[in-house]
């Protein structure tokens, strides 16, 4: 039988480690970690991002987070920890994995933009 997207999610909400927004709120500014929002630019216009994030939607990670692809983000290729935020947690919990599989060790999953906001974290406009 194949897999639903449900079922996906719910495999990389195995492996990806989830964070609340106030465990998310402590780790912004430290070296080595980057803050990825996948939504897509609508989106982020909308209601900002967590400051200095990466603003990569989901569609284009592979080719910003593979070292040698023809167009890696080096600010995400030299990243030693990575949270990933979206809007629902889907995209976040599966480029987790996707994250994961291409050889990043530390990878978290803040999921929904909200909780971060809800964590009294503040939004850089998009």
Same mark, same amino acid.
């Given at each position: 039988?194949?897999?639903?997207?449900?079922?996906?999610?719910? @495999? =990389?909400?195995?492996?990806? /480690?989830?964070?609340? $927004? %106030?465990?998310?709120?402590?780790?912004?500014?430290?070296? &080595?970690?980057?803050?990825?929002?996948?939504?897509?630019?609508?989106?982020?216009?909308?209601?900002?991002?967590?400051?200095?994030?990466?603003?990569?939607?989901?569609?284009?990670?592979?080719?910003?987070?593979?070292? @040698? =692809?023809?167009?890696?983000? /080096?600010?995400?290729? $030299? %990243?030693?920890?990575?949270?990933?935020?979206?809007?629902? &947690?889907?995209?976040?919990?599966?480029?987790?994995?996707?994250?994961?599989?291409?050889?990043?060790?530390?990878?978290?999953?803040?999921?929904?933009?909200?909780?971060?906001?809800?964590?009294?974290?503040?939004?850089?406009?998009?």
């Amino acid at each position: 039988m194949p897999k639903t997207s449900k079922d996906m999610v719910a @495999e =990389a909400d195995a492996t990806v /480690p989830r964070i609340s $927004g %106030a465990e998310a709120k402590a780790m912004l500014g430290k070296p &080595g970690v980057v803050f990825v929002d996948l939504r897509e630019p609508a989106e982020i216009a909308a209601s900002g991002k967590v400051p200095g994030a990466l603003a990569i939607p989901r569609g284009l990670l592979e080719f910003r987070a593979d070292r @040698e =692809a023809a167009t890696p983000d /080096p600010a995400l290729t $030299g %990243a030693k920890t990575v949270v990933l935020y979206c809007a629902s &947690g889907g995209r976040a919990a599966l480029a987790g994995k996707t994250l994961q599989e291409l050889g990043y060790g530390d990878v978290k999953n803040l999921a929904r933009f909200q909780d971060w906001v809800e964590a009294g974290g503040e939004a850089e406009k998009g």
